[in-house]
Structures are given as structure tokens and as C-alpha cells.
């Protein structure tokens, strides 16, 4: 009886998982169609956009932006607007339309946000009707280029006024005598000159800046090298804090692996 009990479950739970698999390959699948549905084509024609796409031009990274639609019922019969949904969280829509009278056209603003967006974008708001209740009726498209003035983009990192390229690195393929060495961009994003240091917690382990200051507005290297005596029997993981920019210690941290 147990043995019959025993399999039942097994099988119950194979069941289940597999139906939990099928589940996940039919979302992946189905995604694109979600996030970027096909307009209704029994709607087609009756609620049109005048103005269906936007052009933003160049904007500010730092600056918020508006762009501004015009939606038309085409038909002889009032319309309800039930949702107005944005592919992306950088566009929020700002006018609140529940119904198009018929042949009345109305103005849509959406406020578009670039923060932490750079280069060009394109971005679609999907305008859901009681005209079809699974598709959407008309698209709008927002499109535009985002400038930003920060020079370091390119280090995705931070340490206070610092920025850097990373925050780790790896020592590898060691031999006794000879030094291994890991460079990381850094540059002073601050208005005040900064010299850096550390003190390593593993003899032959040391850290060096170059230049020995960094400017305002300079970019140098981090220089992580390392010269053992012995090879290691095993992999080492430490951490080293940087002393010289103003950050708390848990933020000016760089973790070292050294592989044996």
C-alpha cells in the first residue's frame, strides 16, 4: 500500500512539474506578444491617432520631457478609453481620458523621464478601448535621443566623488617571483584633488594609484598587483579599503580574488 502511495506522488509531482515548465516556456513565449501586443483589427479604423508618434528630439538626461498626442473617434458612437498602458516605466501618462464622444478628437500628454538613459530611444503607449477587449486600438510611439553631460558614463561604478570601471578583480596564473597585476580605471568626478592608498592584508599584495593625485576631472588606473613567495594552496578572497576619498568604509571597498 505504501509502495502504491509512494508512486502516486511521484507521479503527481512529475505532473506537476512538468506543468510548471510548460507554464514558464509559455510565458517566455508569449512575452513579446504582452509587452508589444498586435493592434485590433476589428478596431482598426476607429479610434486613430493624428499624431501617433512623437519625435522628442535630443533631451537632457538630467530633464524631464512631454510628449503630446492627438486621438480622434472616427466613428458615430461614443467611445471608452479603458487604459492607456506604457512599454516602459520611464513613461507616465499625464492626461486622464475615459471617453471619446463621436468625431470628438482630445489630446494626450505622456511625460517621459530619461534619468539614468542615455542614446536613442523608443518607447510605445497602447491605447486599450471597448471596441475589443483582449487587443489594443491604436499605438502611440514616443522617439527621441538622450544627451547626458556626465563624462564618466562609461565607469559604472562609484566611490564617493570617485568612479571607477569595477570594483573587483582576479590574480591568476602565478608563478613564484614574478608579479601579476589588474588595472581599474578610476576618475576624480570631484572638485578637489584626491591621492589614494590602502593597506593590503596579504604580504606581496599592493595597491598603487597612477597618477600618484588625481586632478578634478583627471582619469588614471588603480594598479592591484601581486608577488608571491609560495603559490597558494587554494583560492584567497580579501578586501582592501581605499583611503583618501570621502565615502563610508563599506563603500570604498575593493574585493580580490587570487587563484592558486
Same mark, same amino acid.
Given at each position: 500500500?505504501?509502495?502504491?502511495?509512494?508512486?502516486?506522488?511521484?507521479?503527481?509531482?512529475?505532473?506537476?512539474?512538468?506543468?510548471?515548465?510548460?507554464?514558464?516556456?509559455?510565458?517566455?513565449?508569449?512575452?513579446?506578444?504582452? /509587452?508589444?501586443?498586435?493592434?485590433?483589427?476589428?478596431?482598426?479604423?476607429?479610434?486613430?491617432?493624428?499624431?501617433?508618434?512623437?519625435?522628442?528630439?535630443?533631451?537632457?538626461?538630467?530633464?524631464?520631457?512631454?510628449?503630446?498626442?492627438?486621438?480622434?473617434?472616427?466613428?458615430?458612437?461614443?467611445?471608452?478609453?479603458?487604459?492607456?498602458?506604457?512599454?516602459?516605466?520611464?513613461?507616465?501618462?499625464?492626461?486622464?481620458?475615459?471617453?471619446?464622444?463621436?468625431?470628438?478628437?482630445?489630446?494626450?500628454?505622456?511625460?517621459?523621464?530619461?534619468?539614468?538613459?542615455?542614446?536613442?530611444?523608443?518607447?510605445?503607449?497602447? /491605447?486599450?478601448?471597448?471596441?475589443?477587449?483582449?487587443?489594443?486600438?491604436?499605438?502611440?510611439?514616443?522617439?527621441?535621443?538622450?544627451?547626458?553631460?556626465?563624462?564618466?558614463?562609461?565607469?559604472?561604478?562609484?566611490?564617493?566623488?570617485?568612479?571607477?570601471?569595477?570594483?573587483?578583480?582576479?590574480?591568476?596564473?602565478?608563478?613564484?617571483?614574478?608579479?601579476?597585476?589588474?588595472?581599474?580605471?578610476?576618475?576624480?568626478?570631484?572638485?578637489?584633488? /584626491?591621492?589614494?592608498?590602502?593597506?593590503?592584508?596579504?604580504?606581496?599584495?599592493?595597491?598603487?594609484?597612477?597618477?600618484?593625485?588625481?586632478?578634478?576631472?583627471?582619469?588614471?588606473?588603480?594598479?592591484?598587483?601581486?608577488?608571491?613567495?609560495?603559490?597558494?594552496?587554494?583560492?584567497?578572497?580579501?578586501?582592501? /579599503?581605499?583611503?583618501?576619498?570621502?565615502?563610508?568604509?563599506?563603500?570604498?571597498?575593493?574585493?580580490?580574488?587570487?587563484?592558486?
Amino acid at each position: 500500500m505504501r509502495r502504491i502511495a509512494c508512486i502516486l506522488l511521484l507521479s503527481l509531482l512529475s505532473t506537476s512539474a512538468l506543468s510548471a515548465q510548460q507554464r514558464v516556456l509559455l510565458s517566455r513565449s508569449a512575452l513579446d506578444s504582452l /509587452v508589444y501586443p498586435t493592434l485590433s483589427a476589428e478596431a482598426r479604423g476607429k479610434v486613430v491617432a493624428t499624431t501617433a508618434k512623437c519625435d522628442l528630439g535630443i533631451i537632457d538626461q538630467a530633464k524631464s520631457a512631454v510628449a503630446r498626442f492627438t486621438l480622434k473617434n472616427a466613428t458615430t458612437k461614443a467611445i471608452t478609453l479603458q487604459e492607456l498602458r506604457t512599454t516602459c516605466s520611464c513613461a507616465e501618462v499625464l492626461t486622464k481620458i475615459d471617453r471619446l464622444e463621436a468625431g470628438e478628437s482630445r489630446d494626450i500628454e505622456v511625460g517621459y523621464n530619461p534619468a539614468g538613459r542615455s542614446g536613442e530611444f523608443s518607447t510605445d503607449i497602447f /491605447v486599450y478601448t471597448d471596441l475589443d477587449s483582449v487587443r489594443p486600438t491604436e499605438r502611440l510611439t514616443i522617439v527621441g535621443q538622450i544627451s547626458t553631460s556626465d563624462r564618466f558614463l562609461h565607469l559604472s561604478k562609484q566611490m564617493g566623488t570617485l568612479r571607477l570601471s569595477r570594483t573587483a578583480v582576479t590574480l591568476d596564473g602565478l608563478t613564484i617571483g614574478s608579479t601579476r597585476s589588474e588595472r581599474i580605471v578610476v576618475a576624480n568626478a570631484g572638485d578637489r584633488a /584626491v591621492t589614494l592608498s590602502a593597506r593590503p592584508t596579504i604580504e606581496g599584495l599592493k595597491f598603487s594609484l597612477h597618477p600618484a593625485t588625481l586632478q578634478p576631472g583627471e582619469e588614471g588606473e588603480i594598479v592591484i598587483s601581486y608577488t608571491p613567495r609560495t603559490l597558494p594552496t587554494r583560492n584567497i578572497e580579501t578586501m582592501i /579599503v581605499v583611503e583618501g576619498c570621502e565615502a563610508r568604509p563599506t563603500e570604498r571597498m575593493i574585493r580580490i580574488t587570487i587563484k592558486r
